[in-house]
């Protein structure tokens, strides 16, 4: 058998619209606060204690003596140097031309006896 269908619910009536609040007071001004106490002056800090001294290095041992070097071969003899080929033989002079004879000088005057 067919299930009855339920009948429609009705709509709800609307809400009547809420009523402003009242606009808050203001508040009071807060009191001032009072002035903080100057804070104690720090107690000066203790001095320092000295450093002990430090111990001294122990002194360093001595190095090794260097081991002498071995001595330098001799050097190998140079090859001797190849003999100069001869120079060529240089062509003679060209004969020179002979000179223009002087003139003859003037014959001296005779000296005052």
Known sequence: ??????APVPRAAPLPRAAPL???APLPRAAPLPRAAPLPRAA??????PLPRA???PRAAPLPRAAPLPR???LPRAA???RAAP??????????APLPR?????RAAPLPR
């Open 55 to 57: 111990a001294p290095l």
């Open 72 to 74: 330098a071969a001799p």
């Open 1 to 6: 058998a067919p299930v009855p269908r339920a």
């Open 102 to 106: 002087a003139a003859p000088l003037p």
């Open 80 to 82: 001797p140097l190849p």
């Open 44 to 49: 000066p800090l203790p001095r320092a204690a």
């Open 87 to 96: 120079l060529p033989r240089a062509a003679p002079l060209p004969r020179a």
């Open 22 to 24: 009242p606009r808050a």
